[in-house]
């Protein structure tokens, strides 16, 4: 997933690897959100990223293209060692068999090869879930508090959501009143106060970040809803993508699992079903799909924290049939492996079918960058600023992180008249404690952002077939444009049958779809020296 996912979701690139870039180099572009009047992304979680680049800026060598593909694999390597807690848990209460399915369900999902090396707070809780779950099942719960209160006050406020079941068990079940609150303290003294600090130092101002976000989202009057809403369906459709088998046992399983356990109760006057366990670990889940299922805007990274929990469920679920099945057959409760095989292989088939296709259809645009530093490597670029432009496809680039030293993305006019992006004004903490000109919460274009496309050195493209005005085809301009690299790119727009789209099957998939070629351009009228 390091290597081959791409960057999924342009707020993962403004958001959260820019700012770090600004952080580290002291340049990167920002959203209305880093604006200190606003002040909803948090400085912390960012400086917390920036530590995993010191080994490599310090050992390493200096290109930051690997800085970018280390800071990936890092994440890869967190979400291993968050999984393998979880495994231990959930192996720990629901013994082997359970255990074994969800390593399958977690290691061939698509949901994972996309969620796991994303630099975003989603991706953040989603560790969270795996760890907190986890350590939960395995009576760890003081660890357990602190993890939830991580993934909220660093990550995502809404995350605590997950937490809720956690908090019942100890206060309700345990009664454990004292011991709950004074982790609760810890958690306050060692993650918020440190975040509310740092994101002070950084807005130049009291700001407590998980704060902000909660009453932008909640009591603002347009609230998030100006970026799009979507049906319902978008979340089925997108967990079926991304989990396609497991996702329907998954959200069955508050109907399968006690119909197959009251039947073997009903059979067996011994048998005692593990109920409080199985509610409580798939509490979180539901409640999640209560909260987030019916908000107007949706996004696919909004299910990432509940990743763990829809493996675990549908494990529990294949878990469970296997039981009746065995429980029939046998007259005895015993787990049925062809069942569980049957069903895993199926998953597994689809599953590496989407994210063959995913590849497949979607690299190209992180493909163009080495070309780039090869150019850099033999030009002498310590003089000029050179500028690499993006239109249409602004929200297609996956960081600054790609391009090499002195190189610099500015951005060129297109048919796109939303707000877009802008640089931070000056470098370091002047940049972010100031108040950015030319912003606003209601996502209105601002002309002030583009250059002139004449004074750019090369121009990153997406040439689908088709122009108007404001995006001509640039690479027929042969007088002004030269192509260095091109890569295939499926055209969403005219693979019409999202079926083909969707699923990766060899040779058919290039027949059915319709692919256009993403470009990297020089200049002929701009040269480097
Ligand atoms: C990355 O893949 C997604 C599909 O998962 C696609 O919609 C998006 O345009 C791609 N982004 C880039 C930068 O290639």
Not at 142 to 149: K, Q
Not at 428 to 433: A, I, M, Q, V
Not at 467 to 496: A, G
Request: glycine share 4%.
């Amino acid at each position: 997933s390091a290597l081959m996912n791409n960057v999924t979701d342009c707020d993962e690139t403004y958001n959260y690897w820019e700012p770090l870039h600004h952080l580290l180099y002291g340049e990167g572009f920002q959203t209305w959100e880093y604006s200190p009047v606003y002040a909803i992304r948090s400085w912390a979680y960012i400086c917390l990223h920036s530590m995993l680049t010191w080994a490599h800026l310090g050992f390493l060598n200096e290109n930051k293209l690997l800085v970018f593909y280390f800071i990936r694999m890092i994440f890869g390597l967190v979400c291993t060692l968050c999984e393998i807690q979880f495994y231990k848990g959930v192996s720990l209460r629901f013994g082997n068999n359970v255990a074994r399915i969800l390593l399958a369900l977690m290691v061939l999902g698509t949901g994972m090869f996309i969620s796991s090396t994303a630099f975003l707070p989603s991706t953040f809780c989603m560790f969270g879930t795996f760890l907190f779950m986890g350590l939960w099942l395995q009576e760890k719960l003081n660890l357990a508090i602190l993890t939830v209160a991580a993934s909220a006050i660093i990550g995502w406020p809404f995350s605590v959501a997950l937490g809720i079941p956690l908090a019942v068990d100890i206060l309700i079940r345990r009664r454990k009143y004292w011991f709950f609150t004074k982790w609760c303290l810890v958690a306050i003294a060692t993650m918020l106060l440190p975040s509310f600090l740092i994101d002070s130092f950084f807005y130049g101002k009291p700001v407590i970040a998980s704060l902000n976000i909660l009453t932008y989202n909640v009591f603002t009057e347009h609230g998030p809803d100006i970026y799009g809403t979507e049906p319902l369906s978008y979340y089925v459709i997108n967990g079926f993508l991304n989990f396609n088998v497991a996702f329907l046992l998954a959200l069955s399983t508050i109907v399968i699992v006690p119909i197959c356990e009251v039947i073997i109760v009903l059979k067996h006057a011994g048998y005692r079903p593990p109920m409080l366990l199985i509610s409580f670990s798939i509490a979180p889940m539901y409640i999640w799909i209560l909260i987030f299922f019916t908000r107007p805007h949706k996004e696919e990274r909004f299910l990432f924290p509940i990743y763990p929990l829809i493996c675990l469920s549908s494990a529990v679920t294949i878990a469970t049939l296997q039981k009746l099945y065995g429980f029939f057959k046998f007259h005895r409760y015993l787990s049925v492996q062809w069942i569980a095989a049957l069903v895993l292989t199926i998953y597994g088939v689809i599953s590496l079918s989407r994210s063959f296709a995913l590849f497949n259809a979607y690299h190209g645009s992180m493909e163009l960058y080495p070309k780039l530093h090869h150019i850099a490597d033999k030009a002498d670029t310590s003089e000029t600023t050179v500028r690499v432009c993006m239109g249409k496809e602004w929200h297609r680039f996956p960081s600054s992180f790609l391009l090499p030293n002195n190189f610099t993305l500015e951005l060129i006019r297109s048919e796109f008249k939303g707000q877009l992006p802008a640089k931070f004004e000056a470098p370091g903490l002047e940049g972010t404690r100031a108040e950015p000109r030319h912003f606003n919460d209601e996502n209105l274009e601002e002309k002030s952002r583009y250059v002139d496309v004449e004074t750019c050195h090369f121009l990153i493209d997406f040439n689908h077939g088709e122009e108007s005005t404001h995006e001509p085809i640039y690479s027929q301009q042969q007088d002004n444009w030269k192509i260095l690299k091109e890569v295939d790119f499926l055209i969403s727009k005219k693979s019409t049958s999202s079926l083909h789209r969707a699923f990766f099957v060899p040779f058919y998939f290039y027949e059915r779809n319709d692919f256009g070629k993403y470009q990297l351009l020089q200049s002929r009228t701009n040269l480097l020296k």
